[in-house]
């Protein structure tokens, strides 16, 4: 189904797609050959046929090849592709993700607004502890989101999913912005989040609100007292001062997003966060988007399906249904699905079974050009001639990225090449990570534990900018330190193993000669080069072929007169004095 919308200036074409679309129905909703599809597939990275189904994330790729902005949907009842199930939409509860820098005071904070702690054992037999709390708020209901690390809100917006609508940025304001501060702030304009500052800790001695304000103008962001439209609001967990204003804000903001969703109907979330219970087996985290997730519901979660078994809510209760916005913990999968994968609810186990199976197939065919095969790495590098290898490293958390960077300081090759770190950061591997490794000659992105925006697998695979992920450290390095001494040329060493002179020559040709030599020191050995010199002046050069002694072959030739055969060029004459040269290729070597 294709939706056009009309402005005064320009025409945005719309592409509504299900979780799993078949190739050939991709090619007739694009209006194209399906040779055409394949063929712009094959260029995104993915290997498939007429038949084969790929994920939404896939097609939505092709889909902007052709021009067309993909809408991800859900698939109803009868079968039908919709944009949602019929119902009205009603206003929905803001989503707010708080963000910030360890012993910053997030913690402390969110406790307060609660105004309880979470238990440390649930209801219900469940012991874990879920990250998303709700809050009641002079009658407005808030969802709070506490990600247990950033990478998991990275991979949420990897899948191209806005999970929240609203950031909270925590800030020590005796301590200012920090490394977690600059990954928060990072995401945050990656999502194109709206965000509200809360400095915490005013009450303790050193606090300097002016500090952060000039720190947050370092990274674009410029606080409304200084003329922006960032919101900085100076806040305390032990006495409550500026928490009213803060939540305050936070609703004024949602309230300007005119957040809406359906509460009916058969439910779409996201998966915020995975665990495993020894007393009820596989369970996740989801926070509904749109319609009502009810216990026995069917559902399909990539290639995951499941059952729901049993839902409990943020306080640990068991509830039986949950609506839009709700942060919920869901009982009843089949394995163990992705943080960032939209669950959907499909009419019965059959159709869940099927689509889960659709989706797996098309992640296993997926052939990402941008991991690209160690040799066809060796060999571009090789072509470019690299005297260091570039690389732009991306990690999870700044810790991890020191870390990384600390080892791969410390390798270097016994002819001096190292690994060239060009760039860095924390967070999901983005456009701009891949424009930096273009702009500085085809140079390896590096992921440590993040994932790969789509806008950037995309824009690695056009541009041919290899993008390597890894989840251990060890395997990082050892990967690059091989990549390094495998893509530097062999290095050329000589041995002079014997010298003589030519006797007499007793056949010529333009490459090839048959001359009598007389060893006089060291030996001569088949594929030696055998170089010749006239007074002090080389002549030439080339490879013995063959060499005699009498009427045999023999494979070295040590003080003695032997009939050489060698690949030559210039004329040779008797007198000339020859060297007997030993040639071979050395790799680089780690030191």
């Known amino acids: 189904m294709m939706v056009e919308e009309n402005d005064n200036l320009m025409s945005a074409k719309k592409l509504e797609l299900p979780p799993v679309v078949k190739v050939s129905d991709l090619a007739g909703l694009l209006d194209q050959p399906v040779t055409e599809v394949i063929h712009h597939l094959l260029k995104s990275g993915v290997l498939a046929t007429i038949n084969d189904n790929i994920d939404f994330e896939t097609a939505a790729i092709v889909a902007d090849d052709f021009g067309f902005e993909a809408v991800a949907i859900s698939k109803g009842s009868n079968g039908v592709e919709v944009d949602e199930e019929e119902g009205e939409t009603k206003e929905r509860p803001p989503i707010v993700i708080v963000m910030g820098h360890v012993d910053h005071g997030k913690t402390s904070l969110l406790d307060y607004i609660r105004k309880t702690k979470v238990a440390e054992k649930e209801s219900g037999g469940i012991t874990q502890r879920i990250s998303s709390y709700q809050i009641n708020y002079k009658g407005k209901i808030i969802t709070l989101l506490d990600t247990p690390g950033h990478e998991a809100f990275s991979a949420i917006r990897a899948q191209g999913a806005k999970v929240t609508d609203v950031m909270i940025l925590v800030v020590a304001a005796e301590e200012g912005i920090k490394p977690q501060t600059v990954e928060a702030i990072q995401l945050a304009a990656a999502a194109n989040l709206p965000m509200v500052v809360a400095a915490t800790k005013i009450d303790k001695p050193g606090a300097n609100l002016e500090r952060i304000k000039q720190q947050l103008s370092e990274h674009n962001l410029l606080a409304e007292a200084w003329g922006g439209k960032i919101p900085l609001i100076g806040v305390s967990s032990k006495t409550g001062e500026g928490v009213d204003e803060l939540l305050e804000l936070v609703m004024l903001t949602s309230e300007m997003a005119e957040l809406r969703a359906r509460f009916t109907g058969r439910a779409r979330g996201i998966i915020i966060e995975v665990g495993h219970d020894s007393k009820v087996g596989q369970l ?33 209760k068991r509830i039986k249904e949950a609506g839009p916005s709700m942060p919920v913990r869901v009982v009843g999968f089949s394995g163990v699905p992705a943080v960032g994968d939209m669950l959907c609810v499909v009419e019965d186990e059959k159709k869940a079974r099927t689509l889960a199976s659709e989706s ?214 008797e007198g000339d004095k020859v060297e007997f040269v030993k040639v071979s290729f050395n790799k680089a070597k780690l030191i």
């Open 284 to 316: 996740a985290t989801v926070i509904i988007k749109a319609g009502k997730l009810a216990v026995g519901d069917n559902f399909v979660a990539g290639g995951i399906y499941g059952k729901v078994k049993a839902l409990q809510d943020y306080n640990g």
């Open 360 to 573: 797996r197939v098309s992640q296993v065919r997926r052939v990402t050009s941008t991991q690209a095969s160690f040799s066809d790495l060796v060999n571009k590098f090789k072509a470019q001639k690299i005297k260091n290898l570039n690389v732009v490293i991306k990690a999870d958390t700044q810790g991890s990225l020191q870390a990384i960077h600390s080892q791969l300081e410390h390798i270097r090759t016994d002819r001096g090449n190292i690994i060239s770190i060009i760039g860095e950061g924390a967070g999901a591997i983005s456009e701009s990570d891949v424009l930096l490794a273009q702009g500085s000659g085809g140079a390896l992105v590096v992921g440590f534990k993040v994932s790969v925006l789509p806008g950037a697998a995309q824009m690695a695979a056009k541009d041919n900018i290899q993008i390597l992920t890894y989840d251990i450290i060890y395997e990082l390095t050892d990967d690059l330190s091989k990549l390094l001494v495998e893509s530097l040329e062999l290095e050329r060493v000589e041995s002079k193993e014997g010298e003589g002179k030519v006797l007499k020559v007793f056949k010529t040709t333009a490459q090839n000669k048959i001359v009598g030599i007389k060893v006089q020191k060291g030996e001569a050995r088949k594929d030696y080069l055998m170089r010749i010199y006239r007074g002090d002046t080389i002549v030439g050069e080339g490879k013995i072929k063959l060499i005699k002694f009498m009427a045999d072959e023999v494979e070295a030739a040590s003080k003695g007169d032997f009939g050489f055969s060698v690949d030559i060029n210039p004329k040779i004459k």
